[in-house]
Structures are given as C-alpha cells and as structure tokens.
C-alpha cells in the first residue's frame, strides 16, 4: 500500500473522469475572496523535523522554507491556505491563493486544519546523461503540511521546497481512493510593477502587466487571457522570475492567466482541451490517491543571466531516471534530408563530413503526413533500408518523422522502428494540455525508451522536466520555432523564457536569406541555446555547402557540442541580448546575441583555467543591407582568464568563440 511517505516520487495512474464542473469561471474567481492582507499573516512558529502540534481553523500560522536567499512561506489564515516567496527579502509572489476544487465543489484549502508540519533539509548531487552541467547538486529545503477540510474530513497536504535557484510548491490528496479535480485554485500575485512575457501555441512573446494577457483561443479550445508555461515576468530591483512545471504526470498541463479586478495576479488553469481543439474535452481530472500534483516551480535570479544558470531547478524537482541502462542514448547534432535514397545517402556522407550524429527523414517518407495512417512502408522513392545501413556503416543514426494519426499502436511502431535498426523518432502535431494527453506522451517516450529510441516532440508540447526520467525524450518544441525566420528579438527572449522550462529544438537556420538575422547570430544559438538534440543547416542540401569557403562558419559547427561539463550565463537582459558560455571538456564555446539594435559587450574570461587560450572569433563584419548578407569575419587571438572581451555585435548579429587551451 503506497503511504504518504512514498508520494514524493509517486506516479499515479488513472483515466479522465465524466464532466462535472466547468472551470471557465475560475479565470475571474480562482483568487477565492478571503480579504486577508499580507500584514495580517501571523509569524512562522518554530518549525522540527518531529510533528508539531495541529492549529485550530481560526488560527494564524505560517511556516517558511528558506535557501540560499530564497524563502517560500505556506500560511493559513482564518482557516485559509496561503503561499508567497521572497528572494533576499524581496517580494517575488505577494500572498496568493493554495487550494483545488474538487468536481462536487469541494474547495480544499478554504478551510482547514493543520495536523502535521515536517521540515528539513536534503543536499545530494546526481549526473545526468547529458545537460548543461556535468553533474547537478539537489539542495533544498522542505517544508511539509498534512492538512484536512474542515466541511468534508477529506485529508490532503501541501509541499513547499526553497532552493538556491528557486522555489516550488505541489499538492497531496492523501486519503485512499480516487479524487475528482476539478480546477487547481492556485494563484501567482506578483508585486506591482511587474512586466510578464506571455506566449501561446507558437505566437511570440509579448510583454504585459499581469492583468493584461490577450484573450485567445476558440470555441474548441481553451479560451481566455491565457499564457502558456513557462511565464516569465521582470520585477522591480533587476529580479527575474520564471514560472514552471515539473513532474507532471497523470495530470493535465497547467496554464496561467488574468484575473478579473486583480491586475497583478495570475490564475491557474488545469487545460480541458489539447492544444489547438484537436482531441476530446475534459472538464475534470480522476487520479487515484494518494497522490501527488505537479510541482509548480519558480526559477529566480538576482540578474537575467543567473535565471539561464538556475534552469536546472526543474530537473531537480522531476523523478529520477526510470532506465537502468542509458549507455544508448546519444545526444548530437542532426540534419534533415530530402525525400529520395540519393538525399539519404548524401545527407549521411554530409553528416560524417560536417561532425553531424544524425540524419532525419521529415514528414512526407510514408506518404502525406495528414492523411496517411500508416508509418510502415516509405514510399518508393526511399530506399530506407539501404540508408539505415549506410548510416550505421559510417556511425550516423537516423530518426524518422511521424505524425500523432499514424500512432494508433505505437509500442508496435517503434518495435519495428528498431529492427529496421533507426535511432530516433520525432513525433508531430503533438499538442498536449489534458490528462489523457500527459498519459500518452509519458507512454510513448515510456515505449520508446523500451526500444531504445530517442524521441523528440513536436508542435504544442510544453517541458516538464520528464527528461530526466526518461532520458530518451531528448527534446521539444513548444516554441515558435526558428524555421518560421522570428525576430532578433524573440531569439533573446527564449534564454530567459521557454530555454528555462527544458530542452527546445530550435532548427538553426544558418545560411538562410529570409532570416531576419546575421550568420554570427544563427552561429551563437549553439551555444546559446540548450538543445540536447540540435538540428543544423535547416532547409538546406548538402550541396549549398560543396564550397566550404564560401561558409566561414562551418567549422564551428563541426566542432561545436550539444551536451556540455559546465555552462555559465556571462550577460543578459531578456529582449535586448545574451552571452553565454559552455564547456566541453577543456574547450569552451561561447555564444552571444543580440537584439535589432548593434551592441558591444565587455566579457571577463575569469571562467578560464589557467596558461593561454587560443579564441577563433565569428564575428559580424559591416552590417549589409539586411541582416542576412552581414558577412562573417574570423579572427584569432591569444587570451587568458585575465583578459576581457569586446564583443562586436551588428543589429540583430552575434558572436561565436571557441576557447581551447594553447
């Protein structure tokens, strides 16, 4: 029998239950009415490992977890449930809302007692298959409440955890059984002055106060002033926040939004439909108790560059890795061919060439990808057995694109995937948001990794730190991608923003006349950007580069990794620029961006070891009549931990720099 004890690495199952109560109106009511000021909550009692005694429902009392200059505070108030979080005694989240609702309208959280506080402290340090850092350490402190309402007797508790990077809060329904959820009551408030980056689907961010999110979606969709995960929003003093999920599981995704007559506040919004209306309605969730939400993470940083380096707070919070053996799984560089056996060929001596891992066949390979179910036979134009052996001959993988529609029996799919002998899959269109959806991604990657294959997630699919579980879902995208020529802006947002919430397959794009970039800039993105799985030269064949010195880039590219021993954020404003530096082994790659305006940063190479360095510099050169033709201009120069930078960068440009000891 599981125990509450147990539910910190739960994974309950259990199918979407019957509609029950419609969670449209928690967008204007979820910051449920209680009236209590901040000043009104009363000092944290003295907090053992031991439990302490039970609070009366009339009582104030709060308890805090505290690290490394982070504080997340639980409270009850009148019987009511209450969070906020500071970062060095600054307001991060004012007092907002803790609390569910279950589908007969149970609220928890409205009023209750406290019957068990836990407190303590956990450090242990664990290594990924592959990350910004070789190793992670898992430093926190925790503060547990067992908690029952008042009005039902039902029993759940509430989880809060201070790290150095951030805090995070979840919730346990406690009693055996099963519980409806109808809606997740929690709210964000932020203090005033805030400035949040919201995004959904594929759109660009866009910077509002918090109580000015669009209104989007359909009459198929989810529909408000909604914001995707993760959310992040700039607070007065330089501090940054990023709000995230982590182990979501058997749940739906969570969405953010507006609350009506509460301009700073952001509401939860547990998603009755996939994303972009394209699968059934669920009104409620049904899960089988005990068990354990999702944790709701918020990544801080004292500047925007400690944000990108504080990421790994979402790994942290997800369960440990469920695979015994990892030794396959590979992360690398790819390229996507064209639809022919000579493409296929080509694209594997192109990758051997170029220091590329992988090749992929994209959407089209089994024929129209919107109305062919079958992902079994290539069509004629591919001879995939041939290019599979070809590929593994000279030591390059190959992934094969599917569409959701042809994953109507995907453990026999990806059976046949690997006798064919394939490397990895990349699944399209698919757009998560309700329960059922989080079950059948965490089963094809679950299926996946039986097979030992690589999967990476495309469309509308958010992060929720499942890589660390399954190591094997290497990648995502929820983000509007590279491959649709964004601005130079929205590429400087997505360090502070979508990169924070995990891995981002971003199709770099070099080379391409429609971007509104430089090469340099295209170039940074591999360092710049986490992306375990990075797909290079998009839209391109193998003989735009028959010419190498026509590409001064190149060997950037062939050089540079996609996994690394130690990242470290050197600058960054989000939506102005970013500089970033990775290690690998004892060569680091460091990447800088900029928005559309031209911009020189000073960079400390104090990160260096000691004894002299060799920098090969991809620098822009005199800016062209578009982004696009502003050439790239190689250098070198010797440097030291002692030396400093002046990174050039044109509108809308960039630099890539290798540092390797000389």
Not at 11 to 25: E, Q, V
Not at 297 to 323: C, K, M, Q, R, W
Not at 550 to 570: K, M, Q
Not at 585 to 609: C, H, K, Q, V
Request: proline share 6%; charged share 20%; hydrophobic share 40%.
């Amino acid at each position: 029998m599981r125990t509450p004890e147990d539910l910190e690495e739960l994974t309950a199952d259990g199918a979407a239950g019957p509609g029950a109560l419609s969670r449209r109106g928690m967008l204007k009511g979820t910051a449920v009415s209680v009236g209590i000021a901040a000043a009104g909550i009363g000092a944290a009692r003295p907090a053992h490992a031991a439990d302490d005694a039970a609070a009366t429902a009339d009582d104030s009392v709060s308890a805090t977890a505290r690290m490394g200059g982070n504080a997340i505070t639980l409270s009850v108030v009148d019987g009511a449930l209450r969070w906020s979080a500071r970062h060095h005694g600054k307001t991060v989240i004012d007092t907002s809302v803790l609390g569910l609702r279950l589908s007969d309208g149970t609220v928890l959280g409205s009023d209750v007692t406290v019957t068990r506080n836990q407190h303590w402290t956990t450090r242990t340090t664990w290594t990924p298959v592959y990350g910004r850092n070789a190793t992670v350490t898992d430093l926190y402190q925790e503060q547990r409440w067992d908690l029952r309402d008042a009005a039902s007797g039902i029993r759940f508790g509430v989880r809060i955890r201070a790290y150095k990077t951030g805090v995070a809060l979840r919730y346990v329904l406690l009693d055996e059984g099963t519980v409806t959820v109808s809606d997740e009551l929690t709210t964000f408030a932020f203090p005033d002055g805030t400035t949040v980056y919201s995004a959904r689907d594929e759109d660009a961010y866009l910077p509002v106060a918090p109580g000015s999110i669009p209104v989007t979606g359909t009459s198929t969709t989810d529909n408000g002033p909604l914001t995707d995960l993760p959310l992040t929003a700039t607070l007065s003093g330089g501090l940054i926040a990023c709000v995230c999920e982590s182990s979501r599981l058997n749940f739906p995704r969570l969405m953010l939004g507006s609350v009506e007559g509460q301009p700073n506040t952001l509401s939860a919004l547990l998603m009755e439909h996939t994303a972009r209306g394209t699968g059934p309605v669920a009104t409620d969730t049904t899960v089988a108790t005990p068990f354990a939400t999702p944790w709701r993470a918020v990544v801080i940083g004292s500047t925007h560059a400690e944000l990108v380096d504080n990421a790994e707070l979402v790994l942290n919070l997800a369960p440990p890795t469920a695979l015994s053996d990892t030794s396959w799984i590979k992360p690398g560089k790819v390229f996507r061919c064209e639809l022919t056996t000579a493409a296929g060929l080509a694209g594997v001596d192109f990758a051997v060439t170029r220091g590329l891992q992988y090749i992929e066949y994209d959407s089209g390979w089994y024929g129209p990808e919107s109305t062919t179910t079958d992902a079994t036979k290539p069509i004629a134009a591919i001879d995939l057995p041939s290019v599979i052996s070809y590929a593994a001959d000279n030591g390059i993988g190959v992934f094969l694109y599917v569409n959701e529609l042809a994953l109507t029996d995907a453990d026999s799919l990806f059976a046949l995937y690997k006798r064919w002998g394939a490397a990895g899959i990349k699944l399209g269109f698919i757009n998560d948001g309700t329960q059922a959806m989080t079950d059948r991604i965490t089963d094809w990657a679950k299926a996946a990794a039986k097979y030992e294959l690589l999967i990476d997630m495309h469309d509308d699919v958010r992060p929720f730190g499942y890589e660390r579980t399954y190591p094997n879902y290497i990648s995502l995208e929820g983000v509007r991608g590279n491959e649709q020529f964004p601005t130079a802006t929205h590429n400087v947002t997505l360090p502070f923003a979508r990169n924070i919430g995990g891995p981002m397959d971003y199709t770099i794009c070099y080379g391409q006349s429609r971007n509104k970039t430089t090469n340099a800039h295209q170039m940074a993105m591999a360092a710049v950007y986490y992306q375990p799985l990075n797909f290079l030269f998009w839209y391109d064949k193998p003989s735009k580069y028959a010419n190498p010195a026509a590409w001064p880039g190149l060997p950037w590219f062939n050089a540079v990794p996609t996994t690394w021993d130690e990242s470290r954020t050197l600058a960054g404003s989000i939506g102005e620029h970013v500089a970033v530096a990775r290690r690998s082994g004892d060569t680091w790659y460091l990447g800088a961006m900029t928005n559309e305006a031209s911009r020189t940063l000073s960079i400390p190479l104090s990160f260096l070891g000691g004894g002299t360095y060799t920098a090969t510099v991809y620098a822009d050169g005199t800016p062209g009549t578009s982004p696009f033709r502003t050439p790239v201009v190689v250098s070198t120069r010797t440097v030291t931990s002692e030396t400093t930078l002046d990174v050039a960068m044109a509108p809308a440009g960039g630099q890539a720099i290798v540092l390797k000891p000389s």
